[in-house]
């Protein structure tokens, strides 16, 4: 899980899009607190963040080079402000990762829809965002490019060609010289995609494999071209390997406002949203905007931290620490072939895999004593890819093998919230795999009542 803030001169207008003709004296935060925010998600269990540093609107949250329109013109910090550095800082203090999120598009600015955007303004934003913050473990793009706006005064609307403005395999070389572990994100990728939906939802299957294509059946490889309506599954057997990433906002705006602070997602919609994005492969990236103090507001630290408590009393122990775990194909040859594996390092199973040529194949699980659980997670070796095409788990209750859940694709993670079931004894077969299947991690979990609202 990564965390998304969403903060710029809109939560001062209580506007979702600025037009790029506010004024910079309206951002002044009273009490900005960047370890609030980020030690906020760190206690909630999220590995990053991501900051938008520029939205649409063009107002940058860096004292930057490349415009006048930025926290240097704001009362902030008496106009020596740098927001970028602030919540980096604190994201390094709280042992999570920082990610950038620059809106290609930029409302405010005169330059807008000519070259000398490209090359005088936005590539040097990245570039003074990769170059001066430390490691960037993520860069955001999406497809919301060219319209009306302000444009240095011009206020008249302009349209750009999405496929080649931007001169995107140029501004993805530079991100990959300057940042070369961060990830990409658009709805064609490079490094993930967008899930093609903001409710925080991946499909089912989902595919880390994927195929960017338009209406036309034409591949795609420009953010904003691609057909939405492929990305929530991807492709089985795409082209590249873009994993989903599904964002959503903890409230039914991207910024704060004051009439959605009785609005927020509870930790139960929060854990119904993790099972649907995490516990099926692709990440959730949930959107959580600071209010006009500069801090998340109460409501949401409160639900976010009922989040991370109901995360913690379901995942905390492994039911399946010390079982044994015998393997076999399904056809019936002898275990003693594939040999046992046993769980590892706390959660973790030791890797099984079948020979090469065994694409069909089962573990049984063999728990110290009886066991009740009610949440099953597996994980396939994503170095190797994503090869299962087909899984179930069984349960041995009264004297039988009962299939208590069933999927087509499991990927970096596949999460089952399944009824209450007792047993000590646990089949997971592999009913059809593109290779030979690599599996590293079972687990069998008992989460306790329901979240609370």
Not at 64 to 81: D, F
Not at 86 to 98: C, K, L, P
Not at 211 to 240: F, I, K, L, N, V
Request: aromatic share 10%; with cysteine.
């Amino acid at each position: 899980m990564n965390a998304f803030v969403h903060f710029t001169i809109n939560t001062f207008t209580d506007r979702e899009w600025g037009e790029g003709d506010e004024p910079p004296r309206l951002f002044n935060p009273t009490d900005f607190d960047a370890d609030q925010i980020v030690g906020t998600f760190a206690d909630a269990g999220f590995g990053g963040v991501i900051l938008t540093c520029k939205h649409h609107d063009g107002f940058c949250l860096w004292p930057t080079e490349t415009t006048a329109h930025s926290i240097e013109a704001s009362p902030w910090r008496g106009g020596k402000g740098d927001m970028v550095r602030e919540i980096a800082d604190a994201a390094t203090r709280h042992g999570v990762r920082f990610g950038v999120y620059v809106s290609p598009w930029d409302r405010n600015n005169a330059l807008y829809g000519t070259p000398e955007y490209v090359t005088e303004v936005y590539r040097p934003q990245l570039r003074e965002l990769l170059n001066n913050y430390g490691d960037i473990f993520e860069v955001w793009f999406d497809g919301a490019n060219g319209g009306t706006g302000y444009y240095g005064g011009a206020n008249e609307e302009r349209r750009i060609d999405r496929q080649t403005y931007y001169h995107w395999d140029k501004t993805w070389a530079m991100v990959r010289t300057l940042a070369p572990n961060a990830v990409m994100f658009s709805d064609v990728g490079p490094g993930c995609r967008w899930i093609g939906n903001e409710r925080g939802i991946a499909g089912d299957p989902c595919w880390a494999t994927y195929t960017p294509r338009g209406p036309d059946g034409e591949e795609r490889s420009a953010p904003g071209m691609s057909d939405y309506r492929q990305s929530p599954t991807g492709t089985r057997d795409g082209a590249a390997w873009i994993p989903g990433e599904c964002d959503v906002s903890i409230r039914p705006g991207w910024f704060w406002h004051e009439n959605e602070n009785d609005k927020v997602r509870g930790a139960a919609n929060l854990m119904d949203l993790y099972l649907q994005s995490v516990g099926r492969g692709a990440n959730l990236l949930l959107n959580v905007p600071p209010d006009r103090r500069g801090c998340l507001h109460e409501n949401d630290v409160a639900n976010l931290h009922a989040f991370g408590e109901h995360l913690r009393a379901t995942f905390g122990e492994n039911l399946a620490i010390g079982a044994t775990f015998d393997a076999s194909d399904v056809r019936g040859e002898d275990p003693d072939r594939y040999g046992p594996a046993r769980l590892v390092d706390a959660d973790r199973w030791s890797a099984w895999t079948t020979d090469d040529n065994v694409r069909t194949a089962e573990v049984i699980v063999t728990l110290s004593e009886p066991r009740t659980f009610n949440m099953i997670r597996l994980r396939e070796d994503i170095r190797l890819g994503q090869r299962v095409r087909g899984v179930s788990v069984d349960a041995w209750v009264d004297g039988t093998w009962s299939e208590v859940a069933s999927a087509e694709s499991v990927g970096a993670s596949r999460i089952w919230r399944v009824g209450a079931v007792t047993t000590d004894r646990v089949r997971v077969r592999v009913t059809e795999a593109a290779a030979c299947p690599a599996l590293s991690d079972f687990g069998l979990y008992q989460e306790p009542l329901p979240a609370s609202p």
